[in-house]
């Protein structure tokens, strides 16, 4: 029997946010949103999921798709939240010169500035989407 559970392309969380804010930034600051680590495959898609479940011999291959909200209760608890995420980002994909030019302390600043505006100042929510997926060999 396998089961797995996968992040789905539409339901990133955090993703939405942090990507109006590097946009914002007054200085190039790439965003690469990852939805999944391997190369292999489209893990995100849900029809992708169940057929290479199902071309690799599993039965009885059951998709589901689930979404749940997290509660966000200010712009600063968002970044606390967030900060390794987007710490792996910049580290990732920036260029040394512009992790020079700008520090972490710099786009957590500005990020949270961003999300104050974007949001008025209030909590929001976030809208966090997952795949599950089942099926097992045959007997």
Known sequence: MLGLTTWHKSGS????????????FPFEAPFVPRMQTTRWGEWPDVNWVKKALTEQGLEDVTVGVHSHLQAVESAAEFVSQFASM????????WSDQTQ?????DEV???????????????????TWTSITASGRKPL
């Open 13 to 24: 969380g955090w993703i939405d946010d942090v990507k109006g804010a590097f946009e914002s």
């Open 86 to 93: 987007v710490e792996w980002m910049v580290k990732t994909d």
């Open 100 to 104: 020079e030019e700008h520090s972490l």
């Open 108 to 126: 957590k600043k500005l990020l949270e500035e961003y999300l104050v505006e974007k949001h008025g100042g209030k909590g929001w929510y976030l």
